[in-house]
């Protein structure tokens, strides 16, 4: 079963322009949601990462919007770049337990 | 990456034949894990291990098998490859999880490719 599920699987946009990822989750005992960012050829990184205890989370051009109640999180890049060209995966766990469960990927491409 | 190494970084097999994938760390994590990526499936858990004398099953186990040989080594045998193992195989590591998470640092990656 795919306790994470990430849309869209692929993404193209504008240099200048907002990229939006969207991920949901069934699991309520998950309460830690990190966004990985694998360049290709590369391995993941972890990007930027929310609790749920607060509904955003910014960290320069890289936003993470929360909503408990739809079980949803998101992703946002402003300004996006040709440089953020990648593949973005979702993930969620649970506190202090074992294992990220990662959601599908989005390949996105910002084009100049 | 240079915390996480992976050998070999490519790799083209035969259907039948047992290989290895082998994962070395210089982070000092305890925990070490061993992913899939396959197009439209995303990081697919195969194994992973706690500490060296811990092996656990992931989502995806059937066909593989694993060896902690040490805190710094964690290696992934392909017991006779067939072609549907075809895939992009990532090593990675974490520490204990803390107040904010886990962190996972992945390795550059295996390509393997099963004719």
């Known amino acids: 079963q795919q306790q994470v599920k990430q849309s869209p699987q692929s993404l193209i946009v504008q240099k200048g322009g907002i990229s939006i990822i969207n991920c949901a989750y069934e699991?309520?005992?998950?309460?830690?949601f990190p966004w990985y960012q694998q360049f290709p050829g590369k391995g993941p990184a972890l990007l930027i990462a929310?609790?749920?205890?607060?509904s955003e989370k910014k960290e320069g051009r890289f936003t993470i919007s929360f909503n408990k109640s739809a079980k949803q999180f998101s992703l946002h890049i402003m300004d996006s770049q040709p440089g953020d060209s990648a593949t973005y995966f979702c993930a969620a766990s649970r506190r202090n337990t074992d294992k990220l469960i990662f959601g599908t990927g989005t390949r996105l491409q910002v084009f100049p | 990456d240079a915390d996480v190494t992976q050998t070999p970084r490519n790799r083209i097999t035969k259907t039948g034949k047992r290989i290895m994938l082998e994962c070395s760390q210089t982070?000092?994590?305890?925990?070490m894990y061993w992913y899939r990526q396959d197009p439209g499936l995303g990081l697919r858990l195969i194994y992973y291990?706690?500490?060296?004398?811990?092996?656990n099953k992931g989502e995806i186990s059937d066909g593989y098998s694993v060896s902690r040989q040490a805190q710094a080594k964690f290696s992934l045998s392909l017991e006779s490859a067939i072609p549907n193992q075809t895939a992009l195989y990532f090593c990675a590591t974490s520490d204990l999880p803390g107040p904010r998470g886990e962190t996972q640092y992945f390795g550059p990656g295996t390509r393997l490719l099963v004719l």
């Open positions: 929310i609790r749920p205890d607060v």
């Open positions: 982070k000092g994590h305890d925990r």
């Open positions: 291990s706690f500490d060296v004398k811990d092996i």
């Open positions: 699991n309520t005992a998950f309460d830690y």
